[in-house]
Structures are given as C-alpha cells and as structure tokens.
C-alpha cells in the first residue's frame, strides 16, 4: 500500500520528508460498530482511514476526535463507487486540519475526485500548514447534520445511523445546532492553503468564519461558498453537475465573517472562479479579495450578500474587492454583487 501512495507522491500530487513517524490525532468512536473506522498506518507521515458504513453511493465516518497535525498526511480510502464520503465528529472539542489531506482511490491508487464533507460542530481551525489534496468538492462545516433526500439524516448529535436498505441518495441540507462552532483559517504558509479542483465547490459552512492571509485559497475554476449561520438554522444543499449550490432562503439569523489581510494571488489560479459570502456582517479588514481573469473566458463574478452589514476597513491597509482582466487576456471580468439593508 506504500508503494502505491508513494506513487502518488511522486506524481508531484503532495510531497514529504520521510522522518521520524508521526500518530495521527483522529480517535473513532464506536457510533457506526460494527461499520467503524480503522486507522492504518501507510508510511512515516501517512494515515490510511477505511472502514466505515456504505449507503449507496456514501460512505460514512464518525470520529470522537479528528485532527491532521503539521507534517502528516491523512487519506480517507475510496474502495470504489463511492460519490461522497461523510465524516462527524462528536468529541465535542474543535477539529485543527494543521497538514495535508485527501482521498484515496483505492482502485487506482490515485487520489479520488469523491467529494468530501466533513462536520463538527464544535468548529474547525485551519493552520498555517493544512492543505487540501481534494479533487472533489470539500465542505468544512460546524454544522450538526446532514439530510438527505429521503429523509434521513446524519447527526454527529446522534448515535444513529440510516438505515442499511435504503439507498440513501443525495444530501439536500445541512442543519447548524445550538451553538455552531467557529470556522477559522489561519495564515498559511508559502504553498499551504485550502485548493478545489476545476468546477468543484470549496465551501466553508459554520458560525462565525475567520479567515486570515496572505493567499489563504487556491481556487481554479472552481466555486467558493462562505455561508455563516446562526442557532437551528438549514441551509438547503443543491448539487449544481459537478459541484454544489446552497440556498438561504429559508435561513432567518447569520453570523459574522471577516477577513484579514486576505488576498488570491495567483491570477492562473483563479479564473471563472464563483465565490458567494453570505453572512450577519463581513468585514474585510486589511483584506484585498478578487479575481484575475487569464484565459479567455468571462469571469463568474462575487457575490456577497449581509444582513446588516458589509464593511470594508483597515488601520495599516485598505481594504477593496475586485474582478480584473490579467494583460493580454481576451476574458472579461466578472460581476460584483453587494447586498445589504
């Protein structure tokens, strides 16, 4: 199993030094037995998750504890036919992602375009190291559950799992608890960061979101969703081909998101780049956001949309949001939507 991971690697999908073994800080608990977790050591730096219950086309996971420290790789296992992987975390304390993580293909030993969500309510803290290897959508959210199209539902509140006949289907929402955790990104260093493949959704669903720079995302024609929730609230999930929608419509309180000295830099990386912020008030604080257009195709524009406010300040540097045409380019730049009373 070395062997083909390293194969991997090796294709320039993630690169480490082999040194001194690290453990994985993720504890699976007993909520999914006899469906559970396993935790298989694939090298010095690399944990292997298998495991877990198949419904249909998900696969799901529950962790008492999941954290990804500097340095280490941690792969979820696709055996195979598996669109979705769901994994809950119910320890009660926030998950830290400080390394790099993704999806293995068991079959090809490559890593996998399935789609990734994970839930904790309690929050998620992204450090300066943490790296997404995932070519499907990601969706990092501090949200309770999930529910699916049959009704069924995913509760890291709950030892419950759906049930083993029905065939599960599509997730169409996700359900905040009491009190939703916190989403944090803090600033990452050279080459870290959270990254989606092509027409893929990277999205960010929790309480308050706080997001740190420089270059906290690298993003390629794919979709960023920041949506801060307040106590009880659903968001309604609607898979777009590829990738994902979500509508607020049914939502009556936000919470805060803010942003501090972000910015994207990389002007190949962002082309027809989608982002959509929805919150309470969002604050750009010292904080550059945009996209520059480098093909020739029209940008897809920002949207953000507040329920009180949206500001844009900074003590040391301003602050501004921008679409933009790299030169040379023959592409035109997208759209920028504010809303706000």
């Avoid at 890593?111 to 994970?118: C, E, K, R």
């Avoid at 493949?197 to 270059?215: M, N, Q, R, Y």
């Amino acid at each position: 199993m070395l062997s083909v991971v390293g194969a991997s690697i090796a294709q320039g999908v993630l690169c480490a030094v082999f040194a001194t073994p690290l453990q994985a800080q993720i504890i699976p608990n007993r909520s999914l037995s006899p469906e559970g977790s396993r935790l298989t050591p694939i090298g010095p730096i690399e944990t292997l998750i298998e495991g877990g219950a198949t419904r249909g086309k998900n696969l799901f996971h529950s962790f008492e504890q999941f954290n990804v420290e500097a340095g280490e790789v941690v792969l979820f296992a696709d055996p195979g036919g598996i669109d979705r992987i769901f994994s809950k975390v119910t320890g009660g304390i926030p998950s830290r992602i400080d390394g790099e993580f993704g999806v293995l293909d068991l079959v090809s030993g490559e890593l996998s375009d399935t789609d990734l969500f994970l839930l904790n309510p309690s929050g998620v803290i992204l450090g300066p190291n943490g790296l997404s290897l995932v070519l499907g959508s990601l969706v990092l959210t501090s949200a309770e559950q999930v529910q699916f199209e049959n009704g069924d539902r995913f509760s890291a509140a709950s030892t419950d799992l759906p049930a083993p006949l029905l065939n599960i289907g599509l997730p169409v929402g996700l359900q905040m608890g009491a009190a939703p955790g916190v989403i944090v990104q803090e600033s990452p260093n050279f080459g870290g960061g959270l990254q989606v493949a092509p027409e893929k959704t990277l999205a960010l669903l929790g309480g308050d979101i706080e997001l740190s720079g420089p270059a906290f995302l690298n993003l390629a024609q794919g979709r960023l969703v920041l949506g801060a929730l307040g106590a009880e609230e659903v968001v309604n999930l609607q898979p777009d081909g590829p990738s994902y929608g979500f509508d607020y419509r049914q939502v009556e309180t936000f919470a805060d998101i803010q942003l501090l000295g972000t910015f994207i830099e990389d002007p190949f990386a962002v082309e027809n780049l989608e982002a959509s912020f929805q919150g309470k008030t969002i604050v750009f604080d010292g904080a550059e956001f945009g996209t520059i257009i480098a093909g020739d195709q029209p940008g897809a524009g920002l949207i953000f949309r507040a329920s009180e406010q949206i500001v844009l300040t900074g003590a040391e540097n301003s602050s501004f949001v921008f679409t933009d045409v790299f030169p040379g380019a023959t592409g035109s730049g997208g759209d920028l939507f504010f809303e706000a009373p």
